[in-house]
């Protein structure tokens, strides 16, 4: 089982700005997901990269993934309030979290 | 809403009192798990099910915790004797094995012990 550690913890931004959090993890891995999670509900699956792919689209989210610095990124363009939640990385087996980085997106 | 179902959403218990959550996954996920989350933390991992098979548990699942799947469908989650440090929010997921390994999670059930 594998770990995410998402950078940064809590970020603050205004509607319409974008929004970059990072991931790492420690070793080799086959695929890294994004979730989010709205307070107090349940996480909901955002991307998933696979470890041969560099960049993903979907919709206003961009993920990157850079297999040689075991590092991910999930860019959010044009953020709206309704983006406000935690963000999570995971990678294979999916078994541990990090802290996730809690996005406030202020009108 | 992801397929995957929890119930109660809310439990509040005395403690010493025993509880027990039930989660419908999506009825074609061979896997299930079962995570506890407190505020301001990431999930943790407590066991996962392989159909009926618990192939997994996680050291945080003390011996007041039992977890099972009998049928390899719904799965159930007691916890003996509750303590005020269970209190938290208890996530269930499902996915598929041999796929993406995305996992689909339920809303989760909030346990107070007061």
């Known amino acids: 089982s594998q770990q995410g550690e998402e950078d940064p913890q809590a970020l603050s931004i205004q509607e319409g700005e974008n929004a970059t959090m990072n991931c790492s993890y420690k070793?080799?891995?086959?695929?890294l997901q994004w979730y989010r999670q709205n307070s107090g509900r349940g996480l909901v699956h955002l991307i998933l990269?696979?470890?041969?792919?560099r960049e993903k689209h979907s919709g206003r989210l961009r993920v990157t993934l850079d297999t040689s610095k075991k590092s991910s990124s999930l860019l959010i363009t044009a953020s709206r309030a309704a983006d406000t939640a935690s963000y999570f990385c995971?990678?294979?087996?999916?078994?541990?979290f990090g802290r996730g980085t809690q996005l406030t997106v202020w009108p | 809403d992801t397929g995957v179902s929890q119930d109660p959403r809310h439990k509040i218990t005395k403690r010493g009192q025993n509880v027990t959550f039930r989660c419908d996954p999506i009825?074609?996920?061979?896997?299930l798990y079962w995570y506890r989350q407190t505020l301001g933390q990431g999930p943790e991992f407590l066991t996962y099910?392989?159909?009926?098979?618990?192939?997994?548990k996680s050291r945080l699942l003390s011996d007041r915790f039992s977890a099972e799947r009998p049928k390899g469908s719904f799965s159930t989650l007691e916890i003996q004797r509750t303590e005020q440090g269970d209190s938290a929010m208890y996530l269930c997921?499902?996915?598929?094995?041999?796929?993406?390994?995305?996992?689909?999670f339920g809303p989760g059930t909030r346990l107070t012990v007061l």
């Open positions: 997921a499902s996915s598929l094995s041999g796929g993406s390994d995305t996992q689909y």
């Open positions: 070793t080799s891995i086959n695929n």
């Open positions: 990269i696979r470890s041969n792919e």
């Open positions: 995971a990678t294979d087996g999916l078994i541990y």
């Open positions: 009825s074609e996920h061979n896997r």
């Open positions: 099910f392989q159909n009926e098979a618990q192939l997994e």
